[in-house]
């Protein structure tokens, strides 16, 4: 069974920087696509960034595009973004994902596992 735990959120400025991490356990990360989805209070969950298995493509929401970056480690079966120029519409519990790889990591299939989230708040 996949497991994920998320780590570095946290309270920044806004035009700051944050890094999340997320690490995976229990099965090879390389065999499933990962990505970080975020949910803010009275929102619904939406894909921020995600990459494939190999860390080759990585794929972008519209909120983080230009702003984030998305990366992997499989050696050490980890997950990070960095987030840079933060605004604080980006206030949200951000959740670590991963489900088995696909042809294409924009496919629309279901994001399996999920981490328990973690807190980032910008202030204004």
């Known amino acids: 069974q996949v497991q994920l735990v998320e780590s570095g959120g946290g309270l920044v400025q806004a035009g700051g920087s944050l890094k999340v991490s997320c690490v995976l356990s229990?099965?090879?990360?390389?065999?499933?696509?990962m990505g970080w989805f975020r949910q803010a209070p009275g929102k619904e969950r939406e894909l921020v960034a995600a990459?494939?298995?190999?860390?080759?493509?990585?794929y972008y929401g519209g909120p983080a595009e230009g702003r984030f970056t998305i990366s992997r480690n499989n050696a050490k079966s980890t997950m990070s973004m960095q987030m840079n120029s933060l605004k604080p519409e980006d206030t949200a519990v951000y959740y670590c994902?991963?489900?088995?790889?696909?042809?294409?990591?924009?496919?629309?299939?279901?994001?399996?596992?999920w981490g328990q989230g973690t807190q980032v708040t910008v202030s204004s």
């Open positions: 229990g099965r090879t990360a390389s065999g499933y696509d």
């Open positions: 994902a991963a489900r088995g790889s696909q042809m294409h990591i924009g496919s629309s299939a279901p994001y399996e596992f």
């Open positions: 990459i494939n298995w190999a860390g080759s493509t990585p």
